[in-house]
């Protein structure tokens, strides 16, 4: 069986950089506690090591509180201002670990704001990083998740708007959005924040899944960009598999086919896909 694994999947750099953050951290302060606010990054195996090395995952604002013995770590989503405010306001050490192009998108917000322009943030409403954006953004913002919600954009004739887009969206689907907001006639600038990572892991996907016999997509189930791939692999190749770990391979749906192709998430360890590819290499 030939297996093509692809370049693009595992980590990318804005991932690895908000867990190293947080391992060092962990070793930087003997004895000092660390907590995420909300999940590090969105995969399940990673979370469960750094909670065996004693980091604790915040859950919400309300238990911000109970880190003022520690250090809190933001995660790579980011987060809303009022969350930085809060721990600020309440004397409580953290680390900004937020991925460098979503902080590009917090900006962006803040001097869109400045201008005047209502903010549309194309992506998953009720992803953290969107949330974390509109947080940055003020009243005047909107989330476009689908061609449902473009077409009920109903701002003044006239309206200055900013078009950004969450950084793990699916880029065809932004184009498409777009075009339905741009025939609405308003004052309207677009910025594509979909980060280069993300749009060259999909491609590479697209052509590797239109090529196979099965396809398998490795990554957390709550991962945006990783259920994004799945769609993305599924249109172009009928047999594609979505699995967190080599556990969740299902080896009988494999036995038949020639060629088989592998990609993952952004927040997909190394460790993990290495596990998938070896084993399909050396048991078919």
């Given amino acids: 069986m030939d297996v093509?694994?692809?370049e693009t999947a595992g980590f990318c750099f804005g991932v690895k950089r908000a867990v190293d953050t947080v391992y060092r951290q962990v070793q930087e302060n003997p004895g000092r506690k660390i907590y995420t606010y909300g999940p590090i990054i969105h995969n399940a195996e990673v979370i469960k090591d750094l909670e065996a090395k004693g980091v604790t995952v915040l859950k919400g604002e309300e238990e911000l509180t109970q880190a003022r013995d520690g250090i809190v770590i933001i995660r790579s989503h980011g987060v809303p201002k009022r969350i930085c405010d809060k721990l600020d306001s309440l004397g409580i050490s953290y680390v900004d670990a937020t991925c460098p192009y979503v902080k590009k998108i917090h900006r962006i917000a803040m001097e869109e704001e400045e201008q005047g322009r209502f903010l549309v943030i194309v992506g998953n409403a009720d992803h953290p990083e969107v949330e974390g954006i509109k947080g940055w953004a003020g009243p005047k913002s909107a989330v476009v998740s689908g061609s449902e919600d473009a077409g009920n954009l109903a701002l003044p004739e006239g309206s200055k708007v900013c078009i950004v887009a969450?950084?793990?969206y699916n880029y065809n689907k932004f184009k498409e959005l777009v075009e339905i907001i741009l025939k609405k006639g308003y004052d309207i600038i677009v910025l594509n924040t979909i980060c280069n990572a993300t749009k060259e892991r999909q491609e590479e996907a697209a052509r590797i899944a239109d090529r196979v016999d099965a396809m398998i997509v490795v990554g957390d189930m709550h991962s945006s960009n990783t259920q994004k791939l799945f769609e993305i692999c599924n249109h172009a190749c009928d047999n594609t598999y979505y699995i967190q770990t080599l556990d969740d391979l299902?080896?009988?749906?494999?036995r038949s086919v020639e060629?088989?192709?592998i990609t993952a998430g952004a927040s997909t360890p190394n460790?993990?896909?290495e596990e998938v590819q070896?084993?399909?290499r050396i048991n078919f």
Avoid at 250 to 254: E, F, I, R, Y
């Fill in 4 to 6: 093509i694994l692809a």
């Fill in 259 to 261: 060629t088989v192709g």
């Fill in 250 to 254: 299902n080896v009988n749906q494999l």
């Fill in 166 to 168: 969450q950084t793990t």
């Fill in 271 to 273: 460790k993990i896909i």
């Fill in 278 to 280: 070896n084993y399909v």
